[in-house]
């Protein structure tokens, strides 16, 4: 069985690609690594791109218009490991990113989910963890309300940017650019919802775990560029945030008023 499978989920990034995928093969690790990159229909040569890695990943082609936790589930059901490492095209892990989140879950029996510091391509900390979101965050962040509020009233607690991030915490849930997830802990709730296309299938993820008894964390010492897109929230009205909004209530109308804080097990 593999220690750490990495799995990315691309769709047109071939002008990150590249780098995301040397950051894991130029990782230093004890552990043994495997890797799979999911091409969900690419046209702009991303595939052109993979193919040259040929031998040192395994590429798994797809027509395109899949949802993201179906793409990542492809590889969650075929492969056999301890640990998976879920990665956006748009990241780069820093050499010995791996080696210190695979320590980290091996110290950390009860963990289910694990996400390291990001960082903006300045080195600027990206707010990659959170508190679950309230039915007035869901409104405000999602409306011309967020450019009317001050902070405080726009989402200040729900991105913990009342925090330093300076410490190994447990929280509420972490954004899925970057963590590494406890295969036991996927068997037991069920890997990623295929009805969330994208946007939101991290939140409800960490909530089945933290519903199952597994814990979340944030790891600081771990830091991980992201060139963060941040596509649902550029324009107001756009297919990103027509998704953004389709998963929101889809995360309501699952999980309802309970879906709003952590659950509490015993």
């Keep these: 069985m593999t220690d750490v499978f990495v799995v990315i989920v691309t769709s047109n990034h071939a002008s990150y690609i590249r780098r995301c995928v040397e950051s894991v093969l130029n990782s230093q690790h004890a552990c043994s690594v495997d890797v799979a990159?999911?091409?969900?229909?690419?046209?702009?040569?991303?595939?052109?791109?993979?193919?040259?890695?040929?031998?040192?990943?395994k590429l798994i082609e797809r027509?395109?218009?899949?949802?993201?936790s179906n793409n990542i589930n492809i590889v969650l059901r075929m492969a056999e490991a301890k640990y998976f490492l879920i990665m956006n095209p748009d990241v780069e892990l820093p050499p010995d990113g791996i080696a210190k989140l695979y320590d980290f879950m091996e110290e950390h029996e009860d963990a289910g989910a694990c996400g390291p510091k990001l960082a903006n391509c300045d080195g600027s900390l990206q707010l990659s963890c959170r508190r679950f979101p309230t039915p007035w965050?869901?409104?405000?962040?999602?409306t011309p309300l967020r450019w009317f509020l001050p902070m405080e009233k726009t989402g200040k607690s729900q991105l913990m940017a009342d925090w330093d991030h300076k410490e190994v915490k447990q929280v509420d849930w972490v954004i899925g650019a970057c963590t590494i997830l406890r295969k036991e802990a996927l068997d037991q709730i069920g890997y990623y919802d295929e009805r969330f296309r994208l946007y939101c299938e991290e939140i409800d993820l960490c909530y089945r775990l933290w519903e199952q008894g597994w814990l979340v964390y944030y790891d600081p010492r771990v830091a991980v560029v992201h060139?963060?897109?941040l596509k649902s929230l550029k324009k107001l009205i756009s297919i990103h945030s027509f998704w953004h909004y389709q998963s929101m209530l889809q995360y309501v109308l699952k999980h309802k008023l309970a879906g709003f804080r952590r659950p509490q097990t015993d």
């Design 37 to 57: 990159v999911v091409d969900n229909g690419s046209v702009d040569g991303t595939r052109e791109i993979l193919r040259t890695f040929d031998g040192w990943l």
């Design 137 to 142: 965050i869901f409104l405000v962040r999602r």
């Design 63 to 68: 027509e395109g218009g899949h949802s993201l």
């Design 227 to 229: 060139d963060h897109q």
